[in-house]
């Protein structure tokens, strides 16, 4: 539930639904990871839910499952049957059933994220489906990845670089890659981390905070 304020006054008014977080980017890059790390951090201070699509099965589900990081009836999965960025972008109404259903069973929620399945840089989410985007690189593939640039990292609201620690296995030059970022984002916000670390997540949970604040304001 969104808390109540502590200076004395009204506590806002609950939207008419809940916040919806996309979270997109290429196979492997860590986004069922930061979905489990992002439920972890808040789910104490906020009632959450969680969809995942794959294309043929609900293995990203399943790991949520397994790792407890909700209760059940809080994840469901959307078997897509088709190039992922096809039901986050071009028909959305599988996930949109996903996500009022959730709404309908255990809510009133305060966030829904909706994880995309791997992608390339080429996956976006409806704005009919999410209120922002979180898209989800990593540095495994080196540090030309942000050069490469691609909607998916040049327009979603916050840009994930993650598995820092990996860098210097592989060569990827980090400060080249904030550099591209910026080249490629303006402004937008671009947060580095490893979510194999403790507190790896902080970060990217601090900017859903604020999200939802600003939400629950609105």
Not at 21 to 47: H, N, Q, Y
Not at 106 to 113: E, I, K, R, S, T
Request: glycine share 10%; aromatic share 4%.
């Amino acid at each position: 539930m969104l808390p109540r304020p502590t200076d004395g006054s009204r506590p806002a008014e609950r939207p008419r639904r809940a916040l919806r977080i996309g979270l997109g980017g290429p196979v492997g890059s860590g986004k069922t990871a930061t979905v489990a790390a992002l439920c972890r951090e808040l789910r104490d201070r906020f009632s959450l839910a969680v969809v995942t699509n794959d294309i043929y099965t609900t293995e990203d589900a399943e790991f949520l499952l397994r790792h407890a990081v909700l209760p059940p009836e809080r994840i469901t999965a959307v078997a897509t049957g088709c190039c992922p960025h096809t039901a986050i972008r071009d028909d959305i109404s599988a996930n949109l059933e996903a996500v009022e259903e959730l709404e309908a069973s255990v809510g009133p929620l305060d966030l829904v994220l909706v994880e995309s399945g791997g992608d390339n840089l080429t996956a976006t989410f409806s704005r009919g489906l999410v209120d922002a985007q979180i898209f989800v690189i990593d540095v495994a593939g080196g540090d030309k990845i942000p050069r490469k640039g691609g909607p998916g990292v040049r327009t979603a609201d916050l840009l994930v670089v993650n598995k820092t620690d990996l860098a210097p296995l592989v060569g990827a030059d980090l400060a080249v890659m904030a550099r591209d970022a910026r080249a490629q984002r303006g402004e937008l916000p671009v947060v580095f981390c490893s979510l194999a670390r403790e507190g790896g997540v902080a970060e990217v949970a601090a900017w859903v905070r604020a999200r939802l604040a600003a939400w629950g304001r609105g």
